[in-house]
């Protein structure tokens, strides 16, 4: 059991670059999870899902997009990197049960835009 | 909306010295969870513990409690008996009961644990 994987560990882009972030998750879970981490800032919520074809905007949406067409997979995309994305990105999971909705984290991507 | 504060960016102890990490959080909702993460070097993000608002009796882990005064809305960790490998980024995390979506994090306490 892997848990949930993200690639790549790190990445460096230019301005105006696009990428994908990796997130997949073997636990079977419904509910995945994007974050964000800034230097000395806690973790903040930019989109999750409840299920594949469901997405929803979190705290923090503008410059991403997400998709959800499998159970396993909720990829992350950049579109015109900009240096304000810098950050620590985080993909979670949660089976979505009561009585608290544990979430599980993947190891993180480190992007530096430039 | 609700909100965590951690006012401790730093704190440090002695091996086998306990201590105790503060957090304090803002919401209207009476059912709700709090949660202590880990974060070491490595990055990766551990539940640590977790406590449920409507339960009166506080949570403990292993070496890991906490006090959770609910009126005062205060959720501290306590660590006792401290290792090096408790050397870490502490995180305290709110969810509001039914939330499929919204853990809120502080910004965090950096420990150091000394030898």
């Known amino acids: 059991n892997a848990g949930v994987t993200q690639t790549p560990k790190f990445r460096i882009l230019k301005i105006g670059q696009s990428m994908t972030l990796q997130c997949t998750q073997d636990m079977n879970h419904n509910y995945m999870y994007w974050y964000r981490q800034d230097p000395g800032m806690g973790l903040k919520l930019i989109y999750y899902?409840?299920?594949?074809?469901?997405?929803d905007k979190g705290e923090v949406p503008n410059g991403y997009n997400v998709s959800r067409s499998t159970t396993e997979d909720f990829p992350l995309r950049l579109e015109l990197a900009a240096p304000s994305q810098t950050s620590v990105y985080f993909c979670?999971?949660?089976?979505?049960?009561?009585?608290?909705?544990?979430?599980?984290f993947g190891p993180g991507t480190r992007l530096t835009v430039l | 909306a609700q909100t965590v504060t951690q006012s401790q960016p730093e704190m440090s102890v002695q091996e086998a010295e306990t201590v105790t990490l503060s957090c304090t959080y803002d919401t209207s909702e009476n059912n709700y969870y709090l949660f202590w993460y880990k974060q070491p070097p490595s990055r990766q993000m551990i539940l640590v513990i977790r406590?449920?608002?409507?339960?009166?009796q506080n949570a403990t882990e292993n070496r890991f409690s906490v006090n959770f005064q609910k009126a005062a809305k205060s959720f501290s960790l306590k660590i006792s008996d401290s290792q090096l490998g408790d050397t870490a980024m502490y995180f305290c995390?709110?969810?509001?009961?039914?939330?499929?979506?919204?853990?809120?994090f502080g910004t965090g306490t950096r420990l150091q644990v000394f030898p």
């Open positions: 406590q449920e608002a409507y339960k009166q």
């Open positions: 979670a999971s949660s089976s979505g049960q009561v009585p608290y909705n544990e979430q599980f």
């Open positions: 995390a709110f969810m509001k009961h039914g939330a499929t979506d919204k853990l809120i």
């Open positions: 899902s409840v299920g594949a074809g469901i997405t």
